[in-house]
């Protein structure tokens, strides 16, 4: 029974989050994307790539990313929520909240999200983990989030991580000149 339509919400919030369920269920979209790519050389294959391909095959070294969060900053432009005049938003970095009852591999995710308290951890209140912003989510302002052409939710991460890097006044897409807040 949903508790909303008694007019109350238990006191144990994720026994909330538990009586309120999406069943599982297919989502099929078109995936358009509209950004720019700086013109560049035909891709070829380097002795570099090639190099380094081969050893991450034969070797378990680290991916030497690491994602280091500004306080109260979009973690793409690093603005501010007074620079934005909106809020910032918590974005699930590792494990989006639709996933919470998927058979996860928490083995895997352990080793991807190392700050994470695990030995207190319970797989079966998966909640503890994939709510955790401290250890797995970044802050991202509306159009990093979910903006069209611009958000995670709309874009490859390769293509999205861009947006990043990019240098100041470089135009990413038809509607977007890169632009970061004072760092």
Same mark, same amino acid.
């Given at each position: 029974?949903?508790?909303?339509?008694?007019?109350?919400?238990?006191?144990?919030?994720?026994?909330?989050?538990? =009586?309120?369920?999406?069943?599982? @269920?297919?989502? !099929?979209?078109?995936?358009?994307?509209?950004?720019?790519?700086?013109?560049?050389? &035909?891709?070829?294959?380097?002795?570099?790539?090639?190099?380094?391909?081969?050893?991450?095959?034969?070797?378990? &070294?680290?991916?030497?990313?690491?994602?280091?969060?500004?306080?109260?900053?979009?973690?793409?432009?690093?603005?501010?929520?007074?620079?934005?005049?909106?809020?910032?938003?918590?974005?699930?970095?590792?494990?989006?909240?639709?996933?919470?009852?998927?058979?996860?591999?928490?083995?895997?995710?352990?080793?991807?999200?190392?700050?994470?308290?695990? !030995?207190?951890?319970?797989?079966?209140?998966?909640?503890?983990?994939?709510?955790?912003?401290?250890?797995?989510?970044?802050?991202?302002?509306?159009? @990093? @989030?979910?903006?069209?052409?611009?958000?995670?939710?709309?874009?490859?991460?390769?293509?999205?991580?861009?947006?990043?890097?990019?240098?100041?006044?470089?135009?990413?897409?038809?509607?977007?000149? =890169? &632009?970061?807040? !004072?760092?």
């Amino acid at each position: 029974m949903d508790s909303r339509q008694l007019g109350q919400v238990p006191q144990n919030p994720y026994l909330f989050l538990l =009586i309120i369920m999406t069943d599982e @269920h297919e989502q !099929k979209d078109t995936f358009q994307v509209d950004v720019l790519i700086p013109a560049h050389p &035909t891709r070829t294959t380097t002795a570099l790539f090639e190099k380094t391909k081969r050893m991450i095959m034969k070797v378990e &070294t680290l991916l030497g990313f690491t994602i280091k969060r500004q306080a109260g900053r979009c973690w793409i432009c690093g603005k501010t929520e007074g620079e934005l005049g909106a809020p910032l938003e918590a974005h699930h970095f590792g494990v989006e909240r639709e996933y919470i009852n998927a058979p996860l591999r928490w083995d895997l995710i352990a080793e991807d999200f190392p700050i994470f308290d695990w !030995k207190n951890f319970d797989p079966a209140k998966p909640e503890i983990f994939v709510d955790n912003m401290s250890s797995q989510g970044i802050l991202l302002c509306k159009e @990093h @989030h979910t903006g069209k052409d611009t958000g995670i939710h709309d874009l490859p991460f390769s293509i999205w991580l861009m947006q990043r890097y990019l240098l100041d006044g470089t135009r990413f897409n038809p509607t977007e000149v =890169i &632009t970061h807040g !004072k760092v």
